[in-house]
């Protein structure tokens, strides 16, 4: 456990978990440790670890919530051997994983410190948003979420992909649109009506080379005047690439502050 100090006479302890296979660092007030919270989900990028996005889990946390962050598969202290990059083919399936263990992650802090009120948020940069916007389409319990530089439509971002994955050419086609059909259960773009008038941000940079924001953008408003979509906002960065400022990590924590209020 360690202290990690903010302005004033406050404190935001660092704890490192192991829940079950996952590891997770969880960030909370430190005069806050054994109250019942709401609970945010801050999940990091392709090829990153739960340690660099300690910014975002710090600003987070320092708004009066407990903060968890996790490892995704193949990547931070689950990598075995190698670098997660050698993982390409199996990107897809690292996103899946997170899906699967979120109940996991969810049930550990309902039976030991509680969440209050059952207010859960969930965010994520890059990878982490993606992954981010497939929570919302597959748990109903999520409160609110703030998507970074992701995208709501992993299917039609899986076809745009195929080109920088080395040694493509030689996987069979059927085996990759199968694996690509399978996205479909946690594709939000395909089902945008799950949002169910929750609050979600979304944030983009025009000149993202990564994950394109064109796509995004369009989603948001194709979406936008519909009910179901009507907590829905969206900020822009002109010029803005695929690396999330410090302003933006503010915004992103004021988000939750707001919607978990």
């Known amino acids: 456990m360690l202290p990690y100090y903010y302005g004033g006479d406050s404190m935001i302890t660092i704890t490192t978990k192991k829940i079950g296979e996952i590891p997770v660092l969880e960030l909370v007030e430190s005069d806050k440790a054994e109250n019942v919270l709401p609970l945010v989900f801050f999940y990091h990028g392709w090829t990153g670890c739960k340690e660099k996005v300690l910014t975002q889990g710090y600003e987070i946390a320092r708004r009066g919530f407990r903060v968890v962050l996790p ?55 890059s990878m982490g948003g993606i992954t981010t916007c497939a929570l919302l389409r597959a748990y109903p319990q999520i409160t609110a979420a703030v998507c970074l530089m992701g995208s709501p439509a992993p299917c039609s ?16 086609p059927a085996y990759v649109e199968k694996q690509i059909k399978d996205l479909e259960v946690i594709d939000l773009s395909l089902n945008p009506q799950k949002i169910a008038s929750r609050p979600v941000h979304f ?48 915004e992103m924590a004021d988000k939750f502050a707001e919607y978990l209020a």
């Open 71 to 125: 490892d995704a598969l193949y990547h931070g202290d689950r990598l075995v051997a190698g670098k997660a990059s050698e993982h390409k083919l199996e990107f897809w399936k690292i996103i899946a994983n997170s899906i699967k263990e979120f109940p996991q992650l969810l049930a550990y802090y309902h039976e030991t410190i509680g969440i209050e009120d059952e207010k859960i948020g969930v965010s994520g940069l």
């Open 157 to 172: 971002f899986a076809h745009g992909l195929l080109h920088a994955i080395p040694g493509i050419e030689d996987i069979d």
């Open 203 to 250: 944030w983009h940079g025009t000149d993202d080379a990564t994950v394109p924001y064109a796509p995004t953008k369009k989603f948001f408003e194709q979406i936008k005047n519909h009910s179901y979509a009507e907590n829905v906002t969206f900020t822009t960065t002109k010029g803005g690439t695929h690396k999330v400022s410090y302003e933006t990590t503010v």
